[in-house]
């Protein structure tokens, strides 16, 4: 009878954790989607012990969600970081390269931008970024980043 009781209070446990794990990331993304940045990474962070000891699944959609906020927030090596390990613990595929795509077209914008300012430098680094995101479809950035980089002086 005891060992009854003590299996249902794990089993009851178990489930509690399971629902917060997802209710923080439910959260997390409402952040996300409402534009709060900042908010969505805290709560992230603050929630990173709970994610942690979850399984594959739920860590792969917090390691996508942190790869959407980075490429929001134009934080991109950390964005691409984020994604590589969404990635490793089996991501969804089609989610994953809808948001490298994302991704490429920020780079690419802010690339744009930061020449259009003179800033060479900084958009021969993210050029380079995207020709190293996909070298196969991208080759044509590398010439791009080396021609910002001439510009910048950086030979």
Same mark, same amino acid.
Request: net charge negative.
């Given at each position: 009878m005891k060992t009854k009781h003590i299996l249902t209070f794990?089993?009851?446990i178990f489930i509690s954790f399971g629902y917060s794990q997802k209710k923080e990331l439910r959260n997390a993304n409402k952040f996300y989607d =409402?534009?709060?940045?900042? =908010?969505?990474?805290?709560?992230?962070?603050t929630s990173k012990s709970l994610f942690d000891s979850s399984d594959d699944k739920i860590k792969s959609q917090v390691m996508l969600l942190y790869g959407?906020?980075?490429?929001?927030?134009?934080?991109?090596?950390l964005a691409i970081k984020s994604f590589n390990n969404s990635r490793e613990l089996g991501a969804n595929e089609n989610d994953l390269n =809808?948001?490298?795509?994302?991704?490429?077209?920020?780079?690419?914008t802010s690339a744009i931008a930061d020449n259009e300012s003179e800033n060479f =430098?900084?958009?021969?680094?993210?050029?380079?970024?995207?020709?190293?995101i996909n070298p196969e479809n991208n080759a044509l950035y590398?010439?791009?980043?080396?021609s910002s980089a001439v510009n910048s002086n950086d030979l």
């Open positions: 794990l089993l009851l =409402s534009g709060e940045y900042l =908010s969505a990474l805290d709560l992230l962070e959407k906020i980075y490429t929001s927030t134009e934080d991109f090596e =809808s948001e490298i795509n994302k991704l490429e077209t920020a780079l690419i =430098s900084d958009a021969a680094k993210k050029l380079k970024i995207v020709y190293d590398l010439y791009y980043a080396a």
